[in-house]
């Protein structure tokens, strides 16, 4: 088989705060990232659309000549990824997702086994995070709460409003009201590092807050090395290709916020 991208999948714009992780832990690799900006949100969409969705831009990047693809989206990862990992792959593709790597590190940061997640509503009624958080560490204690407004409060630029500052708020104390032993926070959705520092605010100075995006390039990196029939099939020019479904200018104008600076986009249609 031919070396081909890796590819990155989001929902949009989100999964470029993983993808700067990524690229920055391996930047020899060949990237082609995708955000189905036409469709988003996917956290408030049905387990069947996300599932179709998901699916569709998965085969386009495959298309495209990628043979493994990261879901950086965390509502795609929660409610696609097993369905299209068992059903639905060519011979020599793989597709990851940023679950497990987030799980399997949450014990090297809890201290006291409550750890709490803050996601979007697709992702916590998945229960995917308790459910992979119980199956490597049983002992934890796993809280969950989704955060509908702030998404779209990242995607409209209110990162520092007092609109966000009031929901922020709310949200942590409806987190908290479900245990005061919460040690660890899980921001489980590509859009919430953008808030961390009003996050930080309203949380406890002893719990830590753990945003996605290093751990999974770390895990990233090690499933490389120790699958090496698969990053053989990866290619390493160190080029950097980005598409949307949606608009490519505003897509190029709004990427800086999340990825740290501007890139060329153009559109593409799944
Ligand atoms: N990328 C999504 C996630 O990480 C957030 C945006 C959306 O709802 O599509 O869950």
Known sequence: MTQGPIGIFDSGYGGLTVFKEIQKKLPQYDYIYLGDNARVPYGTRSFETVYEY???????????????????????????????????????????????????????YTKNNNVGILATQ??????SYKIEINKFFPNINVFQHACPLWVPLVENNEITSTAAHDIVEKDIQRLFAQSTAIDTIVLACTHYPLLLPVIKEYVPSHVTVLSQGQLVANKL???LIRHPEVESKCSTNASLTFYTTDDAKSFEENTSIFYGQLVKASHIEV
Not at 87 to 108: A, F
Not at 122 to 127: A, C
């Open 54 to 108: 998901t699916k569709e831009c998965v085969y386009k990047l495959f298309d495209l000549g990628c043979n493994l693809v990261i879901l950086a989206c965390n509502t795609a990862s929660a409610k696609a990824l097993r369905t299209i990992q068992q059903n639905d792959l060519p011979e020599g593709k793989k597709v990851l997702g940023v679950i497990r790597p987030t799980t399997e590190s949450i014990n090297d």
């Open 122 to 127: 697709g992702t916590v009624l998945s229960e």
């Open 221 to 223: 990196e090690d499933y």
